[in-house]
Nanobody, 126 residues
Framework: QVQLVESGGGLVQAGGSLRLSCAAS????????MGWFRQAPGKERESVAA????????YYADSIKGRFAISRGNAKNTVYLQMNSLQPEDTAVYYC???????????????????WGQGTQVTVSS
């Protein structure tokens, strides 16, 4: 029903910035909340940021709050993750996800995501 493709990952020095994109397709895409997750080698996947279907509600993990920003494109078929002040601990594969979460669930960090992209590698060097 929903297909997600991430792009924008790469190698960046500590303190630098990257902008990840998630291109989404599917007839019901506008009804889904979108989230960004990341997984470092040997670690569990963790939620990074999320945005509601309307774009009115967002969630950020404490570890990245103030450095990353999630947004929906004007056409509502693309979701972005702007990453600033990157640090080596941000190195991970970043995944885009979609799920049926309401505004409150998004704001409180709900994790009910049903669709996942293939991931894009982000590497931060010192």
């Amino acid at each position: 029903q929903v297909q997600l493709v991430e792009s924008g990952g790469g190698l960046v020095q500590a303190g630098g910035s990257l902008r990840l994109s998630c291109a989404a397709s599917g007839r019901t895409f506008s009804t889904y909340a979108m989230g960004w997750f990341r997984q470092a080698p040997g670690k569990e996947r963790e939620s990074v940021a999320a945005i509601s279907s309307s774009g009115k509600s967002t969630y950020y993990a404490d570890s990245i709050k103030g450095r990353f920003a999630i947004s929906r494109g004007n056409a509502k078929n693309t979701v972005y993750l702007q990453m600033n002040s990157l640090q080596p601990e941000d190195t991970a594969v970043y995944y885009c996800a979609a799920g049926w979460l309401n505004e409150d669930a998004v704001r409180t960090g709900g994790s009910s995501y049903n669709y996942w992209g293939q991931g894009t590698q982000v590497t931060v060097s010192s």
